[in-house]
């Protein structure tokens, strides 16, 4: 233990402990931009500076650890003097059009400058003399430069937890930019679309595209009936954003929200969660009976596609692999397709006046939507899809007290679903999801209701990994008997490259796996509220199993709609029509 004191309190504190973190357990907040618990120190931004007794230099309190009999003060006259320049240089070289801001209200360096009562700048504006672009190639994400306070967020998050580096420091002093591979547009470069940079922006540097004008404008037109679904980390999320702590389950209130925002059906992704899981696990078995069966050369392990940051992840950096990859599209597609077509038909609504549209905790989707392959309902399956965050705007512009609604159900025929799909929206839950299938599907029997939970796949360990032996099968599953499925979990693209790559080499060997693209898995996601830290999605997951154990229905294959949509429309499981609609290729 170290001793010191902070603000004249006495604190003992494990050794390696930094100043600020000390400092926070005493209840003080040192304000940081560059900083982000996510990630390794940079220490650059120097907002966080503190006082330390015997030292002529103020200390980043980021990256100092404390030491024996250290005193510190966090707001003495010469910190906050310190303090409010840099705010003040950091000004100097940014475009204040708060007003105009998409982050306005929600930008850290505004919060600074209010805090430290900025008013007349006293530092040239350098902004005018800069060259700088805002790019919005990417259907995702903006980049503007003119927000930027090169903090440096974005690179480390880039590099360190999703092991792309689509984001890098150019040039030196006063020239310094983030920049994407020489200067291109997102677009063009190794980007996956996550959103993870953007989760970590503390100003509008970086920021989603947003859709909320267009989807206003479907609202309000009369001519168009506007379905929305939400995904399955919505509800355990977009309390954050209205008044509740993190961890709240708002399930019967998010719906009830777009029912005032003016939706003409709410309905839920979880609903083609549960009919992914239906199609996927038909897709692994017919895989594993070409590859024992009829000895055929099967790509496996069979890899989880609903994830479009994996999925553009793949394409770019293991372009050999995508055969891998589940042909199944993700729930966001498939519900898009089924909208269009299923949805319309029974509702005698015409598809081309049906305006669909996703909420999503993830910016990756936007790009999802308006890729080439989703179109198999004759239209574009999703028109819009709008984060966590963009949802919580339209719900303050309706003028609604979230926190005072009342809990509705979804609208019937594509909103009911199952605990299975809940838990897609943790790292692990389409792995647990699928389990849950497979083994009734394999075996016949019904799994127990209190061996439901298969807690190897959950939790927050980079790369989980399993193993379920297969005994007592169906004659058709014969050759599965006694067959040890092995399957494996990722969740970040830095821990998902170490698996791919391990596969490739050979040296891991499994029949399923799972990748989520951001940490936690959508729980995660770029799209969610900000801020996201390790503690937050512990809780988001909470609520996540939470719902799931609530749920009287807890397997992807009883969800009462699935079995109708297969009766009704497509027959069965990985028939004709449900390949036309709801699986594609992805080709290098
Ligand atoms: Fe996800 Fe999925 S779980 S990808 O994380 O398969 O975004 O929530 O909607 O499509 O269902 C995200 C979440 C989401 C899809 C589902």
């Known amino acids: 233990k170290v001793n010191l004191k902070i603000n004249n309190i006495p604190i003992s504190v494990r050794e390696g402990t930094t100043i600020l973190e000390a400092a926070k357990m005493l209840n003080f907040n040192i304000p940081t931009l560059c900083h982000h618990p996510d990630l390794s120190i940079a220490g650059n931004c120097r907002v966080c500076v503190v006082e330390v007794k015997g030292s002529k230099l103020l200390a980043a309190s980021c990256a ?39 982050k306005n209200g929600s930008c850290e360096l505004q919060e600074l400058a209010a805090e430290y009562r900025i008013g007349e700048y006293t530092f040239m504006n350098l902004l005018k003399f800069k060259n700088f672009r805002v790019d919005r190639s990417s259907p995702s994400i903006m980049k503007d430069d003119t927000k930027c306070i090169r903090c440096q967020r974005c690179v480390r998050t880039c590099d360190e937890l999703q092991g792309i580096g689509a984001l890098t420091v150019a040039y030196k002093g006063d020239k310094q930019q983030i920049s994407t591979f020489m200067g291109k547009p997102i677009s063009e470069v190794v980007c996956t679309n996550c959103g993870q940079c953007v989760n970590r922006c503390p100003t509008a540097a970086l920021v989603e595209q947003t859709y909320i004008e267009e989807v206003w404008k479907a609202i309000n037109n009369p001519e168009k009936f506007v379905v929305v679904q939400t995904a399955p980390a919505i509800r355990a999320a977009l309390g954050e954003e209205l008044g509740f702590p993190p961890g709240m389950r708002v399930t019967g209130k998010l719906v ?11 309905l839920d992704t979880d609903f083609t969660a549960d009919l992914t899981i239906v199609e996927e696990t038909a897709e692994l078995l017919g895989r594993l009976k070409r590859a024992l069966v009829d000895n055929e050369t099967v790509a496996l392990p069979m890899m989880t596609s609903c994830s479009p940051g994996w999925i553009k992840f793949q394409e770019h950096l293991f372009p050999d692999m995508l055969d891998n990859l589940s042909t199944c599209k993700s729930p966001q597609q498939m519900f898009g397709a089924l909208s269009k077509t299923y949805y319309a038909r029974k509702k005698g609504i015409d598809p081309s006046n049906m305006v669909s549209v996703s909420i999503m905790p993830c910016t990756a989707k936007k790009f999802e939507a308006k890729r080439p392959e989703m179109r198999d309902s004759g239209y574009q399956d999703v028109d819009y899809v709008l984060t966590t965050r963009e949802l919580a705007m339209m719900i303050r512009q309706t003028g609604i007290d979230f926190m005072k609604l009342s809990d509705e159900h979804y609208d019937s025929l594509m909103g009911a679903s199952t605990g299975a799909a809940v838990i897609f929206g943790a790292t692990g839950g389409v792995m647990e999801a699928a389990l849950r299938t497979a083994w009734e599907i394999v075996t016949g029997t019904e799994v127990p209701f209190e061996k439901l939970n298969i807690t190897p796949v959950r939790g927050f360990g980079g790369i989980k990994s399993a193993s379920l032996t297969l005994t007592n099968v169906k004659p058709e599953y014969s050759f599965l008997e006694g067959v040890e499925l092995k399957v494996a979990v990722a969740h970040g693209l830095a821990n998902a490259k170490k698996l791919v790559e391990g596969i490739r080499r050979g040296d891991l060997q499994f029949h399923f796996v799972e990748v989520m693209a951001c940490p936690g898995g959508c729980i995660g996601g770029g799209g969610q509220p900000i801020p996201t830290s390790s503690e937050i999605r512990s809780k988001r997951v909470a609520a996540i199993y939470a719902e799931d154990m609530g749920l009287a229905i807890r397997k992807s294959h009883d969800n009462p709609e699935v079995k109708l949509l297969y009766k009704l429309f497509l027959g069965e499981p990985n028939s004709h029509k449900a390949h036309d609609l709801l699986h594609t290729h992805y080709k290098p």
């Open 256 to 266: 009830s929200a777009l029912k005032l925002v003016g939706f003409d059906s709410v």
């Open 64 to 102: 100092t650890p404390v030491a024996e009999g250290m005193e510190v003060l966090t707001n003495s006259e010469k910190v906050r003097t310190a303090r409010k320049h840099v705010i003040e240089l950091l000004l100097s070289e940014h475009n204040s059009d708060c007003t105009r801001c998409f």
